[in-house]
């Protein structure tokens, strides 16, 4: 047993490298790429959570492990080899933040690793790199010019996203949000109020072997310990007892409310958490028109849908940019705008090195077409909830202050009493508005903002 516990840390440590390479030399898309090889492998949930660790934590630390690296190395880590600099990196992290690591292993598997993708000489690079870095690792400092500088390095994050967030709040509520967004996503789930309470749904789960605590964030959400098996795999799952969901989005059906026998529009729906849940407040009851630009995203949607025995929802393929021609308004609308995802960069590990400022720009225009459109689909007296899992202003706050200038017809309106007492907003959700910080109560980042058609 042994003998194959060590001969599939070697295979992972290979397809580590393999996909750290493809995400940082070739732009691949770590999620997508992760799914697709742990789909094609045979392995056990802890070995998956291995990969991904190795993965996810290598691409999200890069910048960290670069300037590690830089201190033993003569030549700067961006002029290295390739392959070279991601046996590296991959290395390093398992060297400086993976814990009961057999640490000479890991040296010699990367050597290995080396003289397979970068010969011979390469490979005593990395033995040398590697075991100095071992002797002084308890005595590494990082250092920069300034504080800013200083934080993007140690915390691994582009020094505009520090700058920005620096501007915008005190440098130790920032190092939180960093130090958050470095962290592991956890997994947290909503009972489906139409089969089960939350209680109920922590029992069944307990009788499956899966340990869950109660989330602050939300009445309805449960925190997944590790778990023995994937999660999909669970009559729980199966049955349509829950919906894997973070509190801060479970938020969206708080805040819209939707009535049974309403129309609702749920406009970018995605995969159907925000939908699935809308129709778990209309006791399965009325009308959702649910649109995406994405045909493979709205397939999902219609499983879980079968999975929930939800049947309330009708989806449409469509681009949002252009309208939906002959459709009429609804009740309540709600637009999950397309953002920086700059809220949830713990879940997305390379989402940190794709934005950049002028992203912010082109969403922000994408973002403003699409509120035009959800607009008009809003009955007269009907409300209109925007949302992003973004922090950033100009696609929250000043893109809703942009909108009412020029709709005198739509107002913010207050939805205090709609979301939990501990959050701490509740001024600004009087108001009509609400930004959760990411890392808050252990939540996603999120922005709301609820208008109602006068």
């Given at each position: ?8 840390v ?35 949930v ?17 910048k ?6 830089n201190?033993?190395l003569t ?19 398992q ?59 140690y ?13 915008l ?9 960093l ?37 602050p964030?939300?009445?309805?959400a ?31 059906a ?27 407040y ?14 493979n ?17 009708e ?27 700059l ?6 590990a390379?989402?940190r ?19 035009v ?11 209109l ?9 100009e696609?929250?706050e ?26 701490n ?12 910080i ?7 980042g999120?922005?709301y ?6």
């Amino acid at each position: 047993m042994e003998g194959t516990h060590k001969n599939f840390v070697q295979a992972y440590r290979e397809a580590g490298v393999r996909l750290v390479y493809e995400v940082m030399e070739e732009g691949a898309f770590a999620n997508l790429l992760l799914n697709r090889f742990l789909k094609s492998s045979a392995v056990a949930v802890p070995e998956r959570r291995l990969l991904t660790e190795i993965v996810n934590g290598t691409i999200r630390m890069v910048k960290h492990l670069d300037g590690v690296l830089n201190l033993f190395l003569t030549k700067a880590v961006h002029k290295q080899n390739p392959w070279l600099r991601n046996i590296l990196r991959v290395s390093a992290y398992q060297l400086l933040f993976m814990d009961r690591l057999a640490v000479y292993a890991c040296v010699n598997e990367a050597v290995e690793l080396g003289r397979f993708f970068c010969g011979e000489k390469l490979s005593g690079v990395i033995n040398g790199v590697l075991r100095n870095l071992i002797r002084h690792k308890d005595n590494i400092t990082l250092t920069a010019a300034t504080v800013p500088e200083y934080l993007s390095v140690y915390y691994s994050h582009p020094l505009w996203i520090v700058n920005w967030m620096l501007d915008l709040w005190p440098e130790e509520q920032v190092r939180q949000i960093l130090i958050y967004n470095n962290q592991a996503p956890s997994v947290t789930v909503r009972n489906c109020s139409l089969r089960n309470s939350r209680a109920e749904l922590r029992e069944m789960l307990r009788m499956e072997g899966v340990e869950t605590e109660e989330s602050p964030a939300h009445p309805r959400a449960l925190k997944l310990k590790p778990l023995p098996f994937s999660l999909e795999n669970s009559r729980a799952f199966q049955e349509g007892r829950f919906y894997i969901q973070n509190p801060a989005s479970m938020l969206a059906a708080d805040i819209l409310a939707p009535q049974p026998g309403e129309h609702i529009y749920d406009l970018c729906c995605g995969v159907g958490g925000k939908t699935t849940n809308l129709a778990e407040y209309m006791d399965n009851e009325g009308r959702i028109t649910a649109v995406d630009l994405y045909d493979n995203k709205l397939s999902l949607l219609r499983r879980n849908c079968d999975r929930m025995n939800i049947g309330v929802v009708e989806t449409v393929c469509g681009d949002l940019q252009k309208g939906l021609g002959s459709y009429l308004p609804g009740d309540r609308v709600i637009l999950d705008a397309p953002c920086s995802g700059l809220g949830v960069l713990n879940r997305r590990a390379d989402a940190r090195w794709r934005i950049e400022p002028g992203t912010i720009k082109e969403l922000s225009e994408l973002q403003r077409q699409l509120l035009v459109q959800a607009a008009s689909l809003v009955k007269p007296r009907g409300v209109l909830l925007y949302c992003t899992c973004t922090v950033h202003p100009e696609e929250n706050e000043t893109q809703i202050e942009n909108f009412l200038r020029s709709r005198g017809d739509f107002q913010l309106e207050d939805f205090c009493e709609r979301i939990p007492r501990i959050y701490n907003e509740r001024a600004d959700a009087q108001k009509g508005m609400l930004k959760i910080i990411p890392g808050r109560l252990d939540t996603d980042g999120m922005f709301y903002a609820l208008m109602r058609r006068v």
